[in-house]
């Protein structure tokens, strides 16, 4: 009896001073947004930016969970109005990525106590691969762009092109011992043909190797993602020697997007 009165005297005292408790702000929405840095370089950083709706000024107080349950400390970020006469409370929040990870976060808001408000789950996805060096790109591209048939056949020594490209084919005009003897000249070249197109087909594998790299901003970086990816593939089961994928063959690229990112696919057949 004596704690009521106590009570309702302490209220009396305080709007007799006109001391009146803060009303808490009502939060209409809460969105959540992730942007991971471009390129395939780790560590580097992913950055969630959290929206809160407001019917006014004042505090607000964010928190972050993950799909496993855990949770960040108190945000707090302050409501103001904007351009369109709404009032919106904003908090950046940064991640440094330092391995391949794939987690979903949501954003929970309160202008008081609980979190009454939560935004969608959003995926959080990155993968950690190795670059090309800087200042290398051209180079490595057109070593890797010669094909199977170029790297067997005899380069000319620099300064003597055009007289050893004259040489070689002055030497493959002249008359074989078996027309020499009468024989049929096509009989011979398509024996050797044959043969040829036999080795070339032997020099790459028989099945596809595939590599597919998902959360790319644009389909130009994600085939240049998933192409380092068949490469390191084609290296680690088959060897150094087949992991050019420039000198594949069989190759086929196609990219889908979802959520505003590209998830894309290569496949081709290793060749030496």
Sequence with gaps: MKLRKLILATMVAGFSLGIVPAQALDIKKVQLGIKV??????????????????DGPGA????LQNQSGGTTG???ANAVKGAAGTYLATYTHTINVTSNVKAKYKAR?????????ASNWVTLKATCGPQPRKGHKTTSTKRKGKSLSDLNRPQPRKGHSTTSSNNRKGVKKKTPPARAAGKSLGKPIGKSTTKSATKSTGACKKHAVRATRSGAYTKKGGIASAKIAWRIGAGKKY??????YLNSTAKKQYCKRRNGFFSCTVSARPCK
């Design 74 to 76: 108190a945000l707090f």
């Design 37 to 54: 840095a471009k390129g395939a370089a780790c560590p580097r950083k992913a950055t969630l930016k959290l929206w809160a709706h407001t």
């Design 60 to 63: 607000v107080k964010f928190q």
């Design 109 to 117: 808001a309160s202008s008081g106590g609980t979190y009454r408000r």
């Design 239 to 244: 060897g150094p020697l087949w992991k050019s």
